[in-house]
């Protein structure tokens, strides 16, 4: 499903996904907790430019309903992490 939205596709050759340990932690960490000073500073030490996109109503609906079913199996039990 989410790899057929418009906004993966337009996104999806600049994507990676990974999980780090150390020093590149520091930026996935202060992402993840919407630290915004920290990943500027950052990013300004670093000599680099951070950059945004906006997410599409379909992304956000997504994002949305796999929220809901989680939550759902969650309450059921039938699920875990």
């Known amino acids: 499903m989410m790899m057929g939205l418009?906004?993966?596709k337009a996104l999806s050759p600049d994507?990676?996904?990974d999980f780090v340990y150390?020093?590149?932690n520091v930026a996935a960490d202060?992402?993840?907790r919407q630290?915004?000073?920290?990943l500027?500073?950052?990013a300004a030490r670093l000599?680099?430019?951070l950059d945004s996109v906006d997410v599409g109503a379909s992304a956000w609906a997504f994002l949305?309903?796999?929220t809901l079913e989680f939550e759902r199996v969650t309450a059921l039990g039938l699920g875990e992490i």
């Not at 630290?35 to 920290?38: E, S």
């Open 35 to 38: 630290y915004m000073g920290v």
């Open 30 to 32: 202060a992402v993840s």
């Open 47 to 49: 000599g680099v430019q």
């Open 40 to 42: 500027t500073g950052l």
């Open 15 to 17: 994507l990676s996904i």
């Open 64 to 66: 949305e309903a796999t």
């Open 22 to 24: 150390g020093p590149g």
């Open 6 to 8: 418009g906004e993966f």
